[in-house]
């Protein structure tokens, strides 16, 4: 098979970043033959401790076979019990992404789509929790036939199943399977049993990758390998040998002990590669590229390493992302500050608007229940843009209704994303239509002016789980309005997280006094963005744009608003 170049997978595109262009195009050093057109599956687990950044390592391990011009996704497997991540706590679990095909996953997968600049779906993430359905649901059919059901082969077959269904039609080159949790856990033991199981079946089509720690002991003044010893002898008591092993480490790994760590662990010393502690997770793929991680991966399946990697324009991304010409504070009010990972794809998309004005973003995170009439101005001197988070439930939302009037009367540069867009209509009614009580009925089922009410088909939903508007969603925007001037195009697609709506029985009143829908849902009249017209930079949004935010793409909205935020600060200091 010819080594695919970036046309086989992407037609050449230019996405512009302000003054910045990236430019995919035709590796011409792709010319070469490989051992076989079948996908290779590739596996990231992780030992010693958890948070080691296997989704970073397995995305940018993505970036470089696909900078080669190889194609490649990346899924994650959760051993939770959890049908998927809708229901849990942001507290335990931190945000939960959502796809374009609906689904609710794993912030993982937000990680991917950045670096990759390619959608995920439903397929790309799985649960314990899914797996155990899909067999209990098989079981009620009886699809097995009377058998009795256990871990193996039943819930093992139900995995495998899951890791192949990516492969399925060598639609791409690599599959990469990060395993949540870490080895020896007793839930994640199916998920290493049925990693085992594949070695066997696919040969030098798969390649197991174990992230560990090396600690760095400031007593002894010396890093320790014993953990990571420890961490690969219990994946060998499993039955499974890691070909590569990344090293989380605070300082560098000296031949030394990568020789130790090579030896007690059977591996060469060139599949040791460190993964030193950085200030960006954008520096990651340029890292593993220097530690020639990709190189070991296609050395151990066979495939063709002669296409050097094409990163010119992840590298101009990094040296803008360096080297910002100014600063601007925003700030992120929401009841999750205390978890940055609650909002994690808002403030990665922060650092791509920013990084395409060639501006560093400096975000003060601001707990909603901490902030009144009282101390808002006080909360919120020295910002000079306001963002009000998404969310659920009445803790903190007094907090982000005096945010919103701060930023609109003060003339602050302002964007609220889905709670945060309902909360900018109530306040709006209260504070200017004059409605004192108006409120959500997702708090007060009983306001008099249900300003933000429960969609139609949601009132019989009682349900939980994957039951809200889910996924990607056609908005028609209106002409000579901020948000056409946005995006440029009438119709554009973004993806929902939520069950309340704007009550289109007030649109009227708000439109005469000035807040406008400058967004509708062509289908349901359902409305999608709304803004002021007397202001500088206001608007709300009522889906959730930081999902479709990458490093190749920033989004429109995002990067305006950053720029709204530069003027706002260039017009305060007089320049």
């Given at each position: 098979?010819?080594?695919?170049?970036?046309?086989?997978?992407?037609?050449?595109?230019?996405?512009?970043m302000?003054?910045?262009?990236?430019?995919f195009?035709?590796?011409?050093?792709?010319?070469m033959?490989?051992v076989?057109?079948?996908?290779?599956?590739?596996?990231?687990?992780?030992?010693?401790?958890?948070?080691?950044?296997?989704?970073?390592?397995?995305?940018?391990?993505?970036k470089?076979?696909?900078?080669?011009?190889?194609?490649?996704?990346?899924?994650?497997?959760?051993?939770?019990?959890?049908?998927?991540?809708?229901?849990?706590?942001?507290?335990?679990?931190?945000e939960?992404?959502?796809?374009?095909?609906?689904a609710?996953?794993?912030?993982?997968?937000?990680?991917?789509?950045?670096?990759?600049?390619?959608?995920t779906?439903?397929?790309?993430?799985?649960?314990?929790?899914?797996?155990?359905?899909?067999v209990?649901?098989?079981?009620?059919?009886?699809?097995?036939?009377g058998?009795?059901?256990?871990?193996?082969?039943?819930?093992?077959d139900?995995?495998?199943?899951?890791?192949?269904?990516l492969?399925?039609?060598?639609?791409?080159d690599?599959?990469?399977?990060e395993?949540?949790g870490?080895?020896?856990?007793?839930?994640?033991?199916?998920?290493?049993?049925?990693i085992r199981?594949?070695?066997?079946?696919?040969?030098?089509?798969?390649?197991?990758?174990?992230l560990?720690?090396?600690?760095?002991?400031a007593?002894?003044?010396?890093?320790?390998?014993?953990?990571?010893?420890?961490?690969?002898k219990?994946?060998?008591?499993?039955?499974?040998q890691?070909?590569?092993?990344?090293?989380?480490?605070e300082?560098?790994?000296?031949?030394g002990?990568?020789?130790?760590?090579?030896?007690?662990?059977?591996?060469?010393?060139?599949?040791?590669i460190?993964?030193?502690d950085?200030?960006?997770?954008y520096?990651?793929?340029?890292?593993?590229?220097?530690?020639?991680?990709?190189?070991?991966v296609?050395?151990?399946?066979?495939?063709?390493?002669?296409?050097?990697?094409?990163?010119?324009?992840?590298?101009?991304?990094?040296?803008?992302?360096?080297?910002?010409?100014?600063?601007v504070?925003?700030?992120?009010?929401?009841?999750?500050?205390?978890l940055?990972?609650?909002?994690?794809?808002?403030?990665?998309?922060?650092?791509?608007?920013?990084?395409?004005?060639?501006?560093?973003?400096?975000?003060?995170?601001?707990?909603?229940?901490q902030?009144?009439?009282?101390?808002?101005?006080?909360i919120?001197?020295?910002?000079?843009?306001?963002?009000?988070?998404?969310?659920?439930?009445?803790?903190?939302?007094?907090?982000?209704?005096?945010?919103?009037?701060?930023?609109?009367?003060?003339?602050?540069?302002?964007?609220?994303i889905c709670?945060?867009?309902?909360?900018?209509?109530?306040?709006?009614?209260?504070n200017v239509?004059?409605?004192?009580?108006a409120?959500?009925?997702?708090?007060v089922?009983?306001?008099?002016?249900?300003?933000?009410?429960?969609?139609?088909?949601?009132?019989?939903?009682?349900?939980?789980?994957?039951?809200?508007?889910?996924?990607?969603?056609?908005c028609?925007?209106?002409?000579?309005?901020?948000?056409?001037?946005?995006?440029?195009?009438q119709?554009?697609?973004?993806?929902?997280?939520?069950?309340?709506?704007?009550?289109?029985?007030?649109l009227?009143?708000?439109?005469?006094?000035?807040?406008?829908?400058?967004?509708?849902?062509?289908?349901?009249?359902?409305?999608?963005?709304?803004?002021?017209?007397?202001?500088?930079?206001?608007?709300?949004v009522?889906?959730?744009?930081?999902?479709?935010?990458?490093v190749?793409?920033?989004?429109p909205?995002?990067?305006?608003?950053?720029?709204?935020?530069?003027?706002?600060?260039?017009?305060?200091?007089?320049?």
């Amino acid at each position: 098979m010819l080594c695919k170049s970036f046309a086989a997978y992407t037609q050449p595109f230019v996405t512009m970043m302000g003054p910045l262009a990236f430019y995919f195009h035709p590796n011409s050093n792709c010319n070469m033959t490989t051992v076989e057109a079948t996908t290779k599956y590739i596996f990231v687990t992780g030992g010693v401790t958890s948070s080691l950044g296997k989704g970073i390592i397995s995305a940018s391990l993505a970036k470089l076979l696909q900078a080669r011009g190889y194609t490649a996704t990346i899924q994650k497997l959760d051993p939770y019990i959890n049908i998927d991540p809708g229901t849990l706590n942001p507290y335990e679990h931190g945000e939960c992404y959502v796809t374009e095909d609906g689904a609710e996953t794993d912030l993982d997968l937000g990680h991917y789509e950045r670096f990759l600049n390619v959608p995920t779906s439903q397929a790309n993430n799985v649960t314990t929790g899914r797996i155990y359905l899909s067999v209990i649901n098989k079981e009620r059919r009886g699809d097995y036939l009377g058998e009795t059901v256990q871990v193996i082969p039943h819930i093992t077959d139900e995995i495998k199943h899951s890791i192949k269904l990516l492969g399925e039609n060598n639609q791409f080159d690599f599959v990469i399977t990060e395993i949540g949790g870490t080895v020896g856990d007793i839930e994640s033991l199916p998920y290493v049993e049925a990693i085992r199981q594949l070695r066997w079946e696919l040969g030098i089509r798969c390649v197991v990758i174990h992230l560990t720690l090396v600690p760095y002991l400031a007593a002894a003044k010396e890093l320790k390998t014993k953990p990571t010893q420890h961490s690969v002898k219990t994946m060998q008591e499993y039955g499974v040998q890691p070909d590569i092993l990344v090293c989380r480490t605070e300082r560098p790994l000296n031949d030394g002990i990568r020789n130790k760590i090579a030896q007690f662990c059977n591996v060469s010393p060139a599949a040791v590669i460190e993964s030193i502690d950085t200030d960006s997770i954008y520096k990651v793929p340029v890292l593993m590229r220097e530690e020639k991680l990709d190189l070991q991966v296609l050395k151990k399946t066979r495939m063709s390493a002669n296409c050097m990697p094409e990163l010119h324009a992840w590298e101009l991304f990094l040296d803008r992302l360096q080297n910002p010409l100014s600063t601007v504070k925003i700030a992120l009010v929401g009841k999750y500050v205390e978890l940055m990972d609650a909002y994690k794809s808002i403030i990665e998309s922060l650092i791509h608007a920013g990084t395409s004005n060639v501006c560093k973003v400096d975000l003060k995170m601001i707990h909603s229940e901490q902030v009144n009439e009282g101390n808002v101005s006080k909360i919120l001197a020295g910002t000079s843009g306001v963002i009000v988070a998404p969310g659920f439930g009445e803790r903190g939302f007094e907090g982000k209704i005096a945010a919103i009037k701060y930023a609109r009367t003060e003339k602050i540069p302002f964007l609220g994303i889905c709670l945060g867009m309902q909360c900018a209509t109530i306040e709006f009614a209260r504070n200017v239509l004059g409605m004192k009580d108006a409120h959500s009925t997702e708090m007060v089922p009983s306001t008099p002016h249900p300003i933000i009410d429960i969609m139609e088909e949601q009132k019989k939903v009682n349900l939980k789980g994957g039951t809200m508007r889910l996924g990607a969603y056609e908005c028609k925007l209106k002409n000579d309005t901020r948000a056409y001037n946005i995006y440029s195009k009438q119709f554009i697609s973004e993806r929902h997280r939520h069950r309340f709506e704007f009550n289109n029985k007030y649109l009227e009143l708000f439109e005469n006094k000035g807040m406008i829908a400058s967004g509708i849902n062509p289908g349901s009249n359902l409305v999608e963005i709304v803004e002021l017209t007397d202001h500088p930079w206001f608007v709300g949004v009522q889906f959730h744009p930081e999902y479709k935010s990458t490093v190749a793409s920033p989004h429109p909205l995002f990067v305006d608003f950053v720029k709204a935020v530069m003027d706002f600060d260039n017009h305060k200091q007089g320049l």
